[in-house]
Each structure stands twice: as structure tokens, then as C-alpha cells.
């Protein structure tokens, strides 16, 4: 499981009071390396849950063919939560809730239609990284082939962004990026449809059958 590091240094340093002759300072330097092997385990399984709330969300309210719930409702927006194994065993919560997050949704969810039919097509993929890809623009005529460029290039910014807000409204440090792409990676590989192309984590490409 991946980890990260959080300060636990005022916990230690209120346990350093004077006792046994030893200096209120000895106590404080014996308690610093508390301060540096203590570590929070990061939500790996929360922010999976998460991810994959949201993207279901996207792809199945259109195969069902009815409307998402309202930017404003929490359903697919739980806050998801583990027992991390630090010192301090505390609960960690992943979120995905806020005005940005929900915004950026609908911008997605407003070019969902599209990016389905290319994947459908062979057309499409999803990468490691959390990223739409033009895998075979050969399918193309020319003014198509323009369109999906753009509609990529959209779909990309958008998803930078949520990667962004995620990392934001988590407190994470900017070193967890890649923890929260790979995350949204799987999320989205696993509710694309057949003939999409993917991407494994090795980086070999193939078409979901």
C-alpha cells in the first residue's frame, strides 16, 4: 500500500516533559524520530471507491439513458474513509465534493456521448495515466479526424483539472498526482466499452473485447 508522510512532531514533543533527571531538551531529541518513521497510509482503497463512483456515474446515467443527479447532490460524492495503520490509527477521508469537481463533471458529462461512439469505433483509448488518447486516427476522414482531435485535447484539460481539485480539496502533497491518475486510469478503463483501446500499466496497448 502506498504512504505518505504526515508530521506527528507536537504529539511527541507533548509526551517530552522532565522526568528522571533528563532535560525537558534530551526528552524533545529522543522523541524527534517519532516525528520522521511515523506515516499515514494513503487511501488507496477510498480513492479507488471514489474514482469509481464518479466515473460510473458518467458512463452509466447515459447507457440508461436518464439524467445524473444535480451538481449540487452528494450521492456519488460519498466521502470514503479507512483505518490507516500510523501510530495514531486515524481515519483518512478521499473526497471528491466541491463546486469545481461537480462543474468539471458536467463538462464531461456534456462530451460523454462522443467520446463513447469513438471508443466503440477503435478509435479511442485510455491510458495509464488517466488520459483519452487518438490511438487510430486511420479510421478518420480528415474534418473527423480534426474533431476528435479537439475533442481529446478538451477531454484532457478537464481531467487535469479534476486530477487538480482532487489533489486540493485531499490536502495531498503534489507527489501524490500520479497515485490519484492511476486511480481515475482504472476507473475509466473499466467503464469503457468494448473496443476501446487500453493501456496497462507495463504500457502495452490492446482493444477491451
Known sequence: MMKFYRSTCSLALLLAVPSGGLTLGALALAALPACVTVNVNFPES????????????????????????AAGDTTFFQNFSLISNALAADEENFKLDSSKSSGIKEKLRSRIDEVITYKRMGVLGENGDGKLVLKDPSKLKTLQKQRVETLVKQEN??????????LKINKLPDTRMRNIEQSFARSFQAESPSGTWLQTSEGQWSQKP
Do not use: F, I, M
Not at 477510498?46 to 443527479?69: F, N
Not at 484539460?157 to 482532487?166: A, T
Open 157 to 166: 484539460v478537464d481531467r487535469d483539472d479534476l486530477y487538480q481539485e482532487v
Open 46 to 69: 477510498a480513492a479507488q471507491k471514489a474514482t469509481d463512483d464518479y466515473v460510473r456515474d458518467l458512463y452509466r446515467a447515459k447507457e440508461r439513458g436518464k439524467s445524473a443527479p
